[in-house]
């Protein structure tokens, strides 16, 4: 109760006083990378048109919209519902050319039946008196070029490929937009356009993720980008190559979480393995599973309603030096926890013998009733005291090479030490063999 309080004091806000206990055995935390490792100042980076000059869809375009603009038109009308980040820095765009009104419908074009599909993208259908009905897409690679109930094999369309690897490589988030006539005899969309986006990561990630490893946690980045981008982000926060899962579905998501918690903790000996408690930090729908299915689901406070419904912390300043301070103050607790059970015990264990005259022929001395009484009493009150010390819980300063800097005085020092020695487990954490990385067969996008 009073280590829920404190969280709240601190920017936490925990679901009830089982999670916090949950939190100090945790093992491994994956993280999710867009708008979780970075964060939502996003930009639009370049667009880069496909469009020739005589492309139908270009006949319906309203004429505001000049051609070297298109594309980011035809992509915020379809992201206009959408609250992803990538989503954000599309509108933003659009709206600093067309102002806040840009998908009213002029010149006849009506826009429609709005669709986002976690992890893949969002779309919408346009439709224009003698222009026809489109479907416009605008996310991954996969889902704008499969088609419009069934997902065709879209690998040998490689329109965008080329030049999206050289955005990637320049360290932009890269989405495609695709055009489909309903009409027409294709069943797939046809590759228009690339949008670049500009996505930095979070200033506190890389000292967050430093911190955790230090605590002795498998840092982990899940998501559902691309390769190449998931790997440039995980280098520049400190996820070790190994622990990058990219292209990864809602649904991949939630089975790398019950593949982490299978993977048995290499005890020291080497012989025993038990099952991992993993956390899972996330801001979006298709974080939710995720964050229902791990021990512990954090969401970031700025993120969608629904992952904060799922999850069991959410980080209400949107900071990612929370996640450590959770874990320090569950660590805190617990010990507090297992400190007052010995101080309950140990009155009850030497002074019970002596007030029940167990010792009066040895030593002619009993405590005398009242004073047993008063004793009870006392170790209710030292529990008590013990837990109510909590509220001087001071969060630790998150020191950029991730060392942890836990009070001002020498003696606080010692202090917060001793609490939490025997809860370090730095250097510890090894993987078994078995199974860690066949997530090739994960859920992909
Ligand atoms: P992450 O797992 O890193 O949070 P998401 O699963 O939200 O990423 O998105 C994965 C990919 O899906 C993005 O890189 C993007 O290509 C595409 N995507 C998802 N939602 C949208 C959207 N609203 N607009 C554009 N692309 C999107
Ligand atoms: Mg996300």
Not at 154 to 164: F, H, L, Q, V
Not at 192 to 202: E, Y
Not at 232 to 245: H, R, Y
Not at 371 to 383: E, I, K, N, R, T
Request: net charge negative; glycine share 10%.
């Amino acid at each position: 109760m009073v280590g829920t309080g404190v969280g709240a004091r601190h920017g936490l806000l925990i679901k009830g006083g089982a999670v916090l206990e949950n939190m100090h055995s945790l093992d491994v935390i994956i993280f999710d990378k867009t708008g979780t490792l970075t964060n939502k100042k996003v930009v639009l980076g370049s667009q880069h048109s496909f469009l020739s000059d005589d492309d139908q869809i270009l006949h319906g375009i309203p004429s505001r919209v000049s051609n070297k603009n298109v594309l980011l038109w035809l992509a915020a009308c379809a992201e206009s519902q959408s609250e992803h980040p990538l989503a954000l820095a599309v509108l933003n765009a659009a709206k600093s050319v067309w102002g806040d009104d840009f998908t009213q419908s002029d010149e006849g074009v009506r826009i429609e039946n709005y669709r986002i599909v976690p992890g893949s993208g969002v779309e919408c259908y346009m439709k224009k008196d003698h222009w026809g009905m489109w479907i416009i897409r605008v996310g991954t690679r996969e889902w704008t070029k499969s088609g419009n109930s069934v997902s065709l094999d879209s690998s040998n369309d490689t329109t965008g490929d080329e030049e999206a690897v050289d955005l990637r490589l320049r360290g932009h988030v890269v989405v495609y937009v695709s055009a489909l006539r309903l009409d027409s005899v294709a069943r797939s969309g046809q590759v228009i356009g690339i949008l670049s986006v500009l996505d930095p990561i979070d200033g506190d990630a890389r000292s967050a993720v430093l911190a955790l490893k230090k605590l002795g946690i498998d840092v982990w980045l899940c998501t559902g980008d691309h390769e190449i981008t998931a790997r440039a982000v995980a280098s520049k926060v400190g996820i070790d190559d190994g622990n990058v899962c990219a292209g990864i579905s809602p649904e991949g998501k939630a089975d790398l979480v019950t593949r982490l918690q299978k993977t048995g903790r290499a005890e020291k000996s080497g012989a025993s393995s038990t099952r991992r408690r993993v956390a899972m930090v996330g801001d979006g729908i298709n974080d939710a599973v995720a964050l229902a299915r791990a021990d512990v689901g954090i969401a970031i406070g700025a993120g969608t309603e629904v992952a904060v419904e799922a999850a069991d912390v959410v980080l209400v300043k949107s900071s990612l030096h929370d996640v450590v301070v959770g874990l320090h103050l569950s660590r805190i607790v617990f010990h507090r926890i297992l400190s007052n059970f010995f101080w309950a015990m140990s009155y009850n264990v030497l002074a019970i013998p002596f007030a029940a005259g167990l010792f009066f022929p040895l030593t002619n001395f009993r405590i005398p009733p009242e004073f047993a009484g008063a004793m009870m009493a006392f170790s209710s009150v030292s529990v008590v005291t013990n837990s109510l010390l909590l509220r001087r819980y001071r969060r630790p300063e998150i020191l950029e090479d991730g060392n942890l800097d836990e009070g001002e005085s020498f003696w606080w020092k010692i202090w917060m030490r001793m609490l939490t020695l025997p809860l370090r487990r730095e250097g510890t954490v090894d993987t078994t063999g078995e199974d860690v990385l066949p997530l090739k067969q994960l859920n992909m996008v």
